[in-house]
């Protein structure tokens, strides 16, 4: 089973900060098989980022994505306040398909 | 537009089953398949397993090997999860998700297990 670690746990940035979020595997993601998810209080999670790096339908391009084979992460450049919320990474390359724990999010 | 639509909120005993729907719509459902997640209170999302629409092959959580079936009516385009004796950490918000990418999602249902 792949392990995904979210790093940091949470993360306190201001508006317009840019944020950096990592997500590691214990093995290598198959083909980048990757996503990156949104989860607001209330809300079904949104997909961000999948296949590591290409943005989601209705995305805005301050969400971007990178990496490849155990390292991954998400960048948010100029944060808002709507940003406030918890991201998850998950693998779809192999069984069973794991989510990292999160990394919650705040906006000052 | 892409719509999955579930069932309502469901209270259990222990020990009861539950099955929850997902009516997909807005699309061809053959084309994609389904996964179901769910988030208990405080914890992170956990990927429960998937089902493909085309031919009903599923792929279940270890964790919840035994206990958990999905399952397909491909005429109303509709995707089940069942989840057999309930235990009270199963109490969760369920969520099920169009394709791979996970692209799409219901509004969830809450499940609430407690005797």
């Known amino acids: 089973e792949i392990v995904l670690t979210q790093s940091p746990g949470t993360l306190s940035l201001s508006p317009g900060e840019r944020a950096t979020l990592s997500c590691r595997a214990n093995?290598?993601?198959?083909?980048?098989?990757l996503a990156w998810y949104q989860r607001n209080p209330g809300q079904a999670p949104r997909v961000l980022i999948y296949?590591?790096?290409t943005r989601a339908t209705g995305i805005p391009d301050r969400f971007s994505g990178s990496g490849s084979g155990t390292d991954f992460t998400l960048t948010i450049s100029r944060l808002e306040p709507e940003d406030s919320a918890v991201y998850y990474c998950?693998?779809?390359?192999?069984?069973?398909?794991?989510f990292g724990q999160g990394t919650k999010l705040e906006i000052k | 537009q892409v719509q999955l639509v579930q069932s309502g909120t469901q209270v259990k005993k222990p020990g009861d089953s539950v099955k929850v729907s997902c009516k997909a719509s807005?699309?061809?459902?053959?084309?994609?398949?389904i996964s179901w997640v769910r988030q208990a209170p405080g914890q992170g999302l956990e990927w429960m397993g998937w089902?493909?629409?085309?031919?009903?092959?599923?792929n279940y959580a270890q964790k919840l090997q035994g206990r958990v079936t999905m399952t397909t009516d491909t005429s109303t385009s509709t995707a089940y999860m069942e989840l057999r004796n309930l235990r009270s950490d199963d109490t969760a918000m369920y969520f099920c998700a169009r394709g791979w990418e996970l692209t799409h999602w219901g509004q969830g249902t809450l499940v609430t297990v407690s005797s």
């Open positions: 093995q290598s993601v198959s083909s980048s098989y």
């Open positions: 089902i493909s629409t085309y031919n009903g092959n599923t």
């Open positions: 998950q693998q779809y390359g192999s069984s069973p398909r794991t």
């Open positions: 807005g699309y061809t459902f053959t084309n994609f398949d």
């Open positions: 296949d590591a790096s």
